[in-house]
């Protein structure tokens, strides 16, 4: 028997809605032949993939980022707006492709306005300058008479775009990005990149680019900028991916915990740092990229530049695990972008004239769906299970948050066992449920099952109503299942 005991009182913190954030960059099939696809009967009279639209609106993507990835740091962002028949075509050397620059800044902005979500760029810190990421600020932020603030007008843009979220560069502590950076050159180059940025909007929100490379030397690099330039942090960025290349489906599960290190690492830092330092303003965690990729990771060029990962059940599950880590760390990730949101390492699959729902969609959808504004701080108990360095964990992962406004509890659930459906008992302090509960379930026939065009439901989502007494709820969740469970009290 396992037990979830739930108190009303024992509140983490809010969850911020930008946990539910994408990332799109100019890669593959991501924006043209995904997003983007003007002269499709399927396209709006702007060029955009009205069914991919509408699959992104289940998702209700809070925030998405922009333009990469490692594309950014070879990027000009000047190519990209204006008339697109003067927009140059260049070598795009991240991806080994070419870049037509048919889609820039403003189309950017007009499909975050599509799917209602925030914008969030990303500055070239590679072999871009300074004064190319103040421009941009400027560009889309001015409202002054400027040469630049007239230039996004020229352009049909006379109210400014007001993006909030800014990075400086992407992944710049790895080998493989254009114009990495050693420590010591990154916290010098955001002090002078970020002081002139803010200068231009002083409202914007800046991200340090921190660790995307877990095996280099994270907490010097991280104390450094921290030391050089905390005034003017107010995210520091991370990036994971993870994957199951061994086909070790127990070691997988333990995904929950590789994230929980990190995270829980990176909160100790900024802590001990703003102790040291005697840091005033608060410093979030942007998981600013995260999922699973490991099939098209490191695959031959041409392969590689498509990212066209095909998902099955355990990835689902893990992306499930993703949402508990953030939840439970509510506190201190603000921020967390999906990588990437279409075609490439993506949730939704494109062909010419139709699309299907990976089964990495289904968890998102249903955490967004249900998750409320207060994390809780649940104890649960039970099932266990042991595999490589981890012993006697919990065979159930689980968060849960309280919606303030609604006063909806709502409790999520990953039954890691690939066999044995987990029989629990759910009780409640500090309040009462209220009728009868709701259950969605993401499950599938087997672990490895995968949608497909041809197959685009073996793993979809279900509804069950849940039986509720006052303070208690019995509830058997099935294996190898993700389950959210949404209640009135
Ligand atoms: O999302 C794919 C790539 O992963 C991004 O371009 C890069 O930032 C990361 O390594």
Not at 478 to 487: C, G, I
Request: one cysteine or more; glycine letters at 6%.
């Amino acid at each position: 028997m396992n037990y979830i005991k739930i108190d009303l009182d024992r509140q983490l913190g809010n969850v911020h809605p930008h946990i539910f954030g994408g990332f799109t960059e100019h890669l593959g099939r991501c924006f043209y032949g995904g997003i983007y696809e003007p002269g499709s009967p399927l396209a709006d009279e702007q060029g955009f993939r009205k069914d991919v639209l509408e699959a992104l609106q289940r998702l209700k993507l809070s925030v998405v980022r922009y333009p990469g990835g490692n594309f950014v740091s070879g990027y000009r962002w000047m190519d990209g707006v204006g008339p697109v028949e003067s927009r140059p075509a260049r070598l795009e050397l991240a991806w080994r492709s070419v870049e037509t620059n048919r889609f820039g800044t403003n189309e950017f902005i007009e499909f975050c306005r599509k799917i209602n979500a925030e914008p969030y760029f990303v500055v070239n810190c590679g072999d871009g300058d300074m004064r190319e990421a103040r421009d941009w600020v400027e560009y889309c932020n001015g409202s002054q008479n400027t040469a630049l603030a007239n230039l996004r007008r020229a352009h049909g843009y006379d109210a400014p775009h007001n993006v909030k979220y800014w990075s400086i560069g992407n992944e710049v502590d790895g080998g493989w990005q254009i114009g990495y950076k050693t420590p010591e050159e990154y916290a010098r180059a955001y002090l002078e990149f970020a002081k002139v940025m803010k200068w231009v909007d002083p409202s914007i929100k800046l991200f340090a680019s921190a660790v995307s490379t877990w095996k280099g030397e994270f907490v010097e690099r991280i104390q450094l900028l921290l030391d050089q330039a905390h005034e003017l942090i107010d995210y520091l960025s991370i990036h994971w991916y993870v994957g199951n290349p061994e086909n070790d489906f127990a070691g997988y599960m333990t995904a929950s915990e590789l994230i929980e290190q990190r995270i829980s690492a990176i909160e100790g830092l900024i802590r001990a740092m703003r102790l040291q330092r005697k840091i005033r303003q608060p410093i979030a965690i942007a998981v600013d990229e995260w999922n699973v990729w490991y099939r098209t990771m490191g695959a031959t060029a041409a392969e590689q530049n498509n990212l066209e990962e095909k998902y099955n059940l355990e990835d689902a599950l893990v992306v499930a695990m993703h949402f508990n880590a953030f939840i439970r760390h509510a506190r201190s990730v603000k921020m967390a972008n999906l990588a990437q949101i279409v075609n490439v390492i993506a949730p939704i699959f494109t062909c010419s004239d139709n699309l299907f729902l990976q089964t990495i969609f289904h968890p998102f959808e249903i955490y967004r769906r249900a998750c409320g504004s207060t994390a809780l701080d649940v104890h649960w108990t039970g099932d266990t299970f042991s595999v490589n360095e981890f012993s006697a964990l919990r065979t159930l992962d689980v968060s849960a948050t309280l919606d303030d406004r609604t006063r909806t509890l709502s409790v999520f659930v990953v039954n890691r066992s690939e066999t044995e459906a987990m029989e629990t008992v759910i009780t409640l302090d500090g309040g009462q449920f209220a009728g009868t509960g709701c259950a969605w379930i993401v499950n599938g026939p087997d672990i490895k099952a995968e949608n497909s065009f041809a197959d685009p439901n073996r793993v979809c989502t279900t509804e069950a109503a849940v039986t509720t007494r006052a303070t208690s709820v019995n509830y058997t969740f099935e294996p190898h299942s993700v389950t959210a469970l949404s209640f009135d009290l």
